[in-house]
């Protein structure tokens, strides 16, 4: 047995030597055999075949977990993008509402500035207008003639305003002994007053044309209204209480032509209409007395 043996190994050797295939069922061949099969190792084909199918294995398992945690990594990023563009839509939605808010507040604030711009025209036209009844029920206070003379040198634009807000009795007494041109002139145009604030615009223009046709020297100066000792004459003739309260309210029109009344005047009817217009508006005669006093 054991040079049959030999001859099989040494066989076995040599063919191994030159064919590797051959060697390899040569090797499955003995592995069959119940003693040979013992006397064989394991065959190296077997365990390179063994740790070729783990790397594979544990190389896939690899790729798999790479992929996973790619995949893994992307749904993260794309879950912030997300987030962070509805946070963005969120905030421009956010900056739109305050900008709509905002035109809103200034178109508010523009309607009440306008409402409250015209509630104080409102206030200051109905404040004038009170003035102009005031002036007008001194003038319907005093007698006609005196009246009279004066609306004789006012413009027709003033006399109209005034005479408007008089009742006719009054209007009647005062045109009867005014210059029966501008008498007439006034009664035509009396009858086509319009609103209270055309009136104050229209006598408000007159006045500034007579000035300056007054200051460019194209009127006389004996016709640019009283002189001053026909002031001073229809002023003193009045009660102090009625001069003070004439004056004040012509200081309101005309702060010129108040000053130049009270220059007009004697001492003693000054101090007496002063007296008066302290009782009536103390810090407005102190204004006067100041203006006189410095001019």
Do not use: C, H
Request: net charge negative.
């Amino acid at each position: 047995m054991t040079p049959i043996l030999f001859t099989v190994v040494l066989l076995g050797v040599l063919l191994a030597l030159f064919n590797m295939n051959f060697r390899e069922s040569l090797i499955n061949f003995g592995e069959r055999i119940p003693i040979v099969r013992n006397w064989i190792p394991d065959s190296a084909s077997k365990v390179a075949s063994t740790e070729t199918d783990d790397s594979e294995i544990s190389a896939e398992e690899e790729e798999q977990k790479q992929r996973e945690s790619t995949e893994a990594t992307l749904k993260q990023l794309k879950e912030q993008v997300a987030e962070q563009e509805a946070q963005l839509a969120e905030a421009n939605k956010q900056v739109s509402e305050q900008a709509t808010k905002a035109q809103e507040l200034e178109q508010q604030l523009e309607a009440e500035k306008e409402q409250q711009t015209a509630v104080e025209q409102s206030e200051a036209q109905a404040a004038y207008q009170r003035e102009v009844k005031k002036l007008a029920q001194l003038y319907a206070g005093m007698s006609p003639s005196k009246a009279a003379a004066i609306f004789d040198k006012l413009t027709t634009e003033e006399a109209i305003q005034m005479l408007s807000v008089m009742n006719n009795e009054s209007k009647a007494a005062i045109l009867e002994k005014m210059d029966a041109q501008k008498a007439a002139d006034i009664s035509i145009m009396l009858k086509d007053v319009n609103s209270s604030e055309d009136l104050a615009i229209a006598a408000l223009q007159s006045r500034l044309k007579k000035e300056a046709a007054e200051e460019a020297g194209s009127t006389p100066s004996a016709s640019t209204g009283l002189t001053d000792t026909q002031l001073s004459q229809t002023f003193s003739s009045l009660p102090a209480e009625s001069a003070a309260k004439l004056i004040v309210q012509t200081y309101k029109i005309s702060p010129d032509k108040a000053l130049r009344i009270l220059k007009a005047v004697g001492d003693s009817t000054r101090s007496s209409i002063l007296e008066e217009m302290m009782k009536a508006d103390e810090q407005l005669s102190v204004k006067i007395m100041n203006q006189l006093v410095t001019k």
